[in-house]
């Protein structure tokens, strides 16, 4: 797991700027919120906010990413008064919680800008439970919101856009539909049913902290398309929370909020999140669990207790998720898995004609953006995958399959990574063979992707030329996939 995390390709050091500049944004926002002379309630508020300002935007374009991150407080003001105003009224306050979770897993639908808002919305209703929000506070809360949102955007446009330079590949949202059919409706009702059996299922564990519960099943739904996915995704959530309370008994208990430790550890545990987010959800839950724990030392009631009912309310919503995927409007995992696989083989192809062009001289080619959006699809494949892949898996055939789809996926995507370092050289140049072994590529993807029964070409011998090579180790790996992706079952992609 370690040799995952660290080890995994970051092109463009696209992980660790994600990752730095998410320190300074959020340190930013919390200093903001001090010198404002905010409560220690607002400036958590601020840097949460500024966190979820900067985790969960991810629109294809700086203006997109603009202007979901200007809707934030037009969603996040009204779900924080209506989280605070009900504050003592539990039976109104927990039927609109469960609202807020429908509708945000329903956004989904509407792409990127759908997704981020969603998220913003249920977890500034969260933020609101965690601090214990009441009327009286609102006027500083929403100064701590807004000005947050107002830090990391100084922060994401201004002082650190590295977009500019490579855009941030966004994945397509899962496949669509109509009605019942679609999946984002079924995951809608399905997190409604869940959030619903871990609120009450909550309460009766604790009667004060019982939205952890409603916490765990919400964040396994999030960027999940199948049973399968959110299965394992549960499954790493508890994991995760388990190795975060031991690190929090080891580290954060000692501490009893000592403010300075505490506040570099805090800012270990942001960039931990940022960092591992894209590769390991196992890790990210970890250093969620360890600055939730810090959070509560500051706050002043962290204790072994406490983090006893942490695990505990984790496990009741993994749970409702579980319950929620295998009983109400299942969504299937094979074709969920097609789908990702087949986007990810045409990002191949547009990466490889980049390539080409790049080498035969053309000034507005550039292949970098393409890099960028496969090593994403591929992880989305990997995610899908995953419990096809885990060792719980009974079902040996498909597990060697899937396996071996994703190792010939990661050839291609080294191939890629390697003809793209190659085009990039001003000394490199463009032949005609270069041009055939594009097209092959071509013709592979659209046998791949199409169904076509054809024979897909596989070169005998690597030639000396670097981008050659890597074209043919490229065509190599396409033909390996055949065998593995034609004999997957063909299955809907949801069930009645």
Known sequence: MLKRVFVAPDPGRARLRFAARAVLGIALAV?????AGQSLAGAVTGGLTALLALFTVADATVRGQAVTTALLPAVGVPVLAAAAELHAFPVARDLVFLAVVGAGVYARRWGPRGHSLGVFAFMTFFMAQFLHAVPAQLPGLYAALLLSVLAA????????????RLPPAVVPAPPGGTGLARVTTRQAVQALAGSGFALAAGQLVSGQRWYWAVGATWWVFVNTASRGETLVRGFRRVLGTVVGIGLGLLVAVPLHGA??????LL???????????????TWMMLWVTLLAELLYGLLGVLNPGLLALRLAETGVGALGAALAVLLVLPVTTHATTDAWIQRALRCVHACTAEAAARLAGSPTADPAPRVAELEGLLGRVRLSVAPLVHPLNPVLGRKRRARRVLALLDDCAREIRGLVAVAADPEASHDARLAAACWRVEAAVEALTEGGSGHLHRPAETPAEP????????????AELAEPLRARPVTPLVEA
């Open 31 to 35: 200093v903001g919120c001090e010198l």
């Open 153 to 164: 955007a100084v922060v994401r446009f201004g002082l650190w856009c590295y977009e500019r």
């Open 259 to 264: 403010p300075l430790p505490t506040l570099v």
């Open 267 to 281: 800012a270990v545990c942001v960039f931990g999140i940022f960092y591992t987010a894209a590769v390991s959800y």
């Open 467 to 478: 981008a050659l090579a890597h074209l043919h180790g490229l065509e190599r790996a396409l």
